[in-house]
């Protein structure tokens, strides 16, 4: 059975950092790329990062660019989303997601067929 789970979310202040984990289980998922996406309440879901298949190409939010880094372990069955220089408005649900083959997109969550569950990230002023 394939599962993402989610890790490393937690109550920061402003301007500090947290690192979110994403592992896979079932799959290594080391062909597909993958993505990061958040939620806050009253809120549609949100693109916040995404990396190739290869990890030789990333795509970032304007929102979060320059403070957010994504990154994929050798292994490929772990994708990083290093934040810093939180913010209040980064306040939400945090979700990891794997991009179907052969997507045109990294920005839309229709793309992104496996979900982790979540991890709450929030961020205090």
């Known amino acids: 059975q394939v599962q993402l789970v989610e890790s490393g979310g937690g109550l920061v202040q402003a301007g500090g950092s947290l690192r979110l984990s994403c592992a896979a289980s079932?799959?290594?998922?080391?062909?597909?790329?993958r993505g990061w996406f958040r939620q806050a309440p009253g809120k549609e879901r949100e693109f916040v990062a995404a990396?190739?298949?290869?990890?030789?190409?990333?795509d970032y939010a304007d929102s979060v660019k320059g403070r957010f880094t994504i990154s994929r372990d050798n292994a490929k069955t772990t994708v990083i989303l290093q934040m810093n220089s939180l913010k209040p408005e980064d306040t939400a649900v945090y979700y990891c997601?794997?991009?179907?083959?052969?997507?045109?997109?990294?920005?839309?969550?229709?793309?992104?067929?496996?979900w982790g569950p979540g991890t709450q990230v929030t961020v205090s002023s």
């Open positions: 997601a794997v991009r179907r083959p052969g997507g045109s997109s990294y920005r839309a969550p229709g793309e992104y067929d496996y």
């Open positions: 990396i190739s298949k290869n990890g030789g190409s990333t």
């Open positions: 079932g799959r290594t998922f080391s062909s597909y790329a």
